[in-house]
């Protein structure tokens, strides 16, 4: 059996866990040497993240220091597919005077990020908020109600 199946049939956590990090997982797979290079995406680094799994949601953290929100995008692909993707550069504080220089400078990001997660089955694509503030992205995708319990009625037999 594929360790995806023996994730589902283990526990809740470790099932939304593969759908979250699948579609990571077969890029790997599929191209381990170059595992988000390719032409389109070249220069294209992950963002790191918190999934927090509520009773009503699924809360995404990110940081995106330096960046602001006309930076970011999040949409949602085939339906299931949330992406998240960062444009923007952090800018650089030049000097007041002239003559001023770094003497180092490692604090730069990445042009561009991008990260994708499939969404479970529970989870409500049409309404799906962000937000960013002090420099954390907060994505939140509220989840469907869970399908009402069949009830069992007593029929008599007359």
């Given amino acids: 059996m594929s360790r995806t199946a023996d994730s589902f049939n283990?526990?809740?956590e470790a099932a939304v866990n593969t759908l979250f990090n699948y579609p990571e997982k077969?890029?790997?797979?599929?191209?381990?040497?170059r595992a988000h290079e390719t032409q389109e995406n070249k220069g294209v680094s992950s963002i790191p993240v918190d999934i927090l799994d509520s009773p009503k949601e699924y809360i995404f953290y990110m940081d995106v220091p330096g960046l602001s929100k006309s930076d970011?995008?999040?949409?949602?692909?085939d339906e299931k597919t949330l992406v998240i993707q960062c444009s923007g550069k952090r800018k650089r504080e030049d000097g007041e005077d002239e003559g001023c220089?770094?003497?180092?400078?490692e604090r730069r990001a990445p042009q561009k990020m991008l990260r994708k997660f499939i969404l479970p089955d529970n989870a409500n694509v049409s309404v799906i908020t962000?937000?960013?503030?002090n420099g954390v992205l907060t994505v939140v995708v509220e989840k469907h109600p869970p399908p009402?319990?069949?009830?069992?009625?007593e029929v008599t037999i007359g």
Avoid: M
């Avoid at 970011?72 to 692909?77: G, K, L, N, P, R």
């Avoid at 962000?130 to 503030?133: H, Q, T, V």
């Fill in 72 to 77: 970011i995008q999040v949409t949602v692909e």
């Fill in 148 to 153: 009402p319990k069949s009830k069992t009625v």
């Fill in 10 to 12: 283990g526990n809740l």
């Fill in 26 to 33: 077969v890029e790997k797979l599929l191209f381990p040497s």
């Fill in 130 to 133: 962000a937000k960013c503030e």
């Fill in 101 to 105: 220089k770094y003497l180092r400078y």
